[in-house]
């Protein structure tokens, strides 16, 4: 099994720019979801998923923020317009379901917006 | 809503020595409690977790001990090396959110050769 894999692994870009980062969650997991990390504000819940439907979007910041899961194998998160403050890793993870609580990681997205 | 306290933020300690990472939970229906570590630029990794029906977890070098009346966790390390070197997270799960983990801030632990 190849994990949960995040794509890119790297993105550098300008404040207003539109930033899509991707997320392919362990194949069976029916839960996902976004997560970002920095040193202010540690890890944050943005929003997550079961069964392709947002059940929490709470944490997304503003509505600059949006989230898509359009099938079982596939996430985005997108940053329109992107500004300095949103510099910071974006983690996926995924969960077998509602009932299974251990949560798996992906590699990251270390989002720079200058 | 759910908080997650934690302490020590930094913890240094001699290798071989232990070293011990404290949670508070604030929401008593709370019944999963992960412990996650993260190395420099990698991502978080489940290392040891406990529920609510059990108050000890214990897996070699790492336990885990849960007291719900006093809602609050604690992470065990015995025997430290330097590879255990790394930022620690607590978490707890809020059950009427769907199980979804708070985290609380992280611990720095440094394990001195």
């Known amino acids: 099994d190849a994990g949960v894999i995040q794509s890119p692994r790297h993105e550098v870009t300008e404040m207003g720019q539109e930033v899509t980062l991707r997320c392919k969650p362990i194949?069976?997991?029916?839960?996902l979801f976004w997560y970002r990390q920095t040193m202010m504000r540690g890890l944050e819940l943005l929003i997550y998923f079961n069964n392709n439907v947002p059940i929490d979007d709470s944490g997304m910041p503003e509505d600059r923020f949006s989230a898509k899961m359009p099938n079982a194998s596939f996430s985005t998160l997108k940053i329109q317009p992107s500004e300095p403050r949103d510099s910071a890793v974006y983690f996926c993870?995924?969960?077998?379901?509602?009932?299974?609580?251990?949560?798996?990681f992906g590699p990251g997205t270390r989002l720079t917006v200058l | 809503g759910e908080n997650v306290e934690q302490h020590p933020s930094t913890l240094s300690v001699q290798e071989g020595d232990s070293a011990v990472i404290k949670c508070t939970y604030s929401d008593s229906a709370s019944n999963y409690f992960p412990w996650y570590k993260q190395e420099l630029g990698k991502r978080p990794q489940l290392i040891i977790d406990i529920r609510s029906n059990v108050g000890e977890k214990k897996d070699q070098r790492i336990a885990v001990t849960l007291n719900k009346t006093a809602k609050h966790f604690s992470l065990h390390i015995t025997e430290t090396q330097p590879e255990d070197s790394a930022v620690y997270f607590c978490a707890a799960s809020i059950p009427e959110y769907g199980n979804k983990l708070v985290f609380g801030a992280g611990t720095i632990l440094r394990v001195k050769s």
């Open positions: 993870a995924s969960r077998p379901g509602l009932e299974g609580h251990e949560q798996f």
């Open positions: 194949s069976g997991h029916n839960s």
